[in-house]
C-alpha cells in the first residue's frame, strides 16, 4: 500500500523565522510528488515534483525532492502569519492496475505562525 | 475561468439516510476525483472519474459511489450513512490527472 508521511505533524514559529516540513514516502512506480497549502477549505497547488535535486521556487516557498532517499521538503523563509495553514503533501503513483495514476495524500503539517 | 464548485456546502444527515453530493470542475477538465478528509485520518482518497468512466478506486465501501455525466461534471453519493461518514468531501478536477484543483468542499455532519 502507498504511504505518504508528513512530518512535523504540527509546527508553531514566530514571523520572520524559516521553517522546513518533510514529507517521506513510499510508492510503486512513483511518478510526481505535489505541494499543497490548505488554509480554510480547498486546497491549493504550490509545486509539483518530478526530479531529484531541481529546485522549485516561488517566492518565499522553495521545494526540493530527493528520489533516491525517498522525501520532499517545503522550505518556507521570513513567514508572515499569511502562511498558517496546513500543508499537504501528496504522491503520484501508477495503480495496482498499472494503467492509471492516483494521489496519496499525507495527513499535512499544521502551521501556525504567530506575530 | 470559474474554478471548481461542489454543492451543497454544509449538509446535516441522519444515520441511515443517504446524500448525494456534486461537484463541477473547471471547463476543459475531464478528470474529476473525491476525497476524504477527517482530522484523525488526513485527505483519503475515495475516487477518480475520466470521461465518464471511474478509473482510480480508493479503500472504501461499496456504501460510497460516484458516477461522471458526459459534462464532466460528477455526483458522489453515501448510502445509509454512519457517525463516521461526517467529514468535509471534497473534489478535484485535473486536465492530464496531476496537478489538482480543488474545490471549496461540502461539510457532511451525520447526527
Known amino acids: 500500500e502507498d504511504k505518504v508521511v508528513q512530518s512535523p505533524l504540527s509546527l508553531v514559529v514566530h514571523e520572520g523565522d524559516t521553517v522546513t516540513l518533510n514529507c517521506s514516502y513510499e510508492v510503486t512506480n512513483f511518478r510526481s510528488l505535489l505541494w499543497y497549502k490548505q488554509e480554510k477549505k480547498a486546497p491549493t497547488f504550490l509545486f509539483m515534483l518530478t526530479s531529484s535535486g531541481i529546485e522549485k521556487k516561488s517566492g518565499r516557498l522553495s521545494s526540493i525532492l530527493d528520489k533516491k532517499e525517498l522525501f520532499s521538503i517545503l522550505n518556507i523563509t521570513a513567514t508572515q502569519t499569511g502562511d498558517s495553514a496546513i500543508y499537504l503533501c501528496?504522491?503520484?503513483?501508477?495503480?495496482?492496475?498499472?494503467?492509471?495514476?492516483?494521489?496519496?495524500f499525507g495527513k499535512g503539517t499544521l502551521l501556525t505562525v504567530n506575530p | 475561468k470559474a474554478g471548481v464548485t461542489q454543492t451543497p456546502r454544509y449538509l446535516i444527515k441522519t444515520r441511515g439516510q443517504q446524500v448525494t453530493l456534486s461537484c463541477s470542475p473547471i471547463?476543459?477538465?475531464?478528470?474529476v476525483s473525491w476525497y476524504q478528509q477527517t482530522p484523525g485520518q488526513g485527505l483519503q482518497f475515495l475516487f477518480e472519474?475520466?470521461?465518464?468512466?471511474?478509473?482510480n478506486k480508493g479503500n472504501f465501501p461499496g456504501r460510497f459511489s460516484g458516477r461522471q455525466f458526459s459534462n464532466s461534471r460528477s455526483e458522489m453519493n453515501v448510502s445509509t450513512l454512519e457517525l463516521g461518514d461526517s467529514a468535509l468531501y471534497l473534489c478535484?478536477?485535473?486536465?492530464?490527472?496531476?496537478?489538482?484543483?480543488f474545490g471549496p468542499g461540502t461539510r457532511l455532519t451525520v447526527l
Open positions: 472519474y475520466f470521461s465518464e468512466t471511474q478509473r
Open positions: 471547463s476543459g477538465h475531464r478528470s
Open positions: 478535484a478536477s485535473s486536465f492530464l490527472g496531476n496537478e489538482q484543483f
Open positions: 501528496a504522491v503520484e503513483a501508477q495503480n495496482s492496475g498499472g494503467s492509471n495514476y492516483k494521489l496519496t
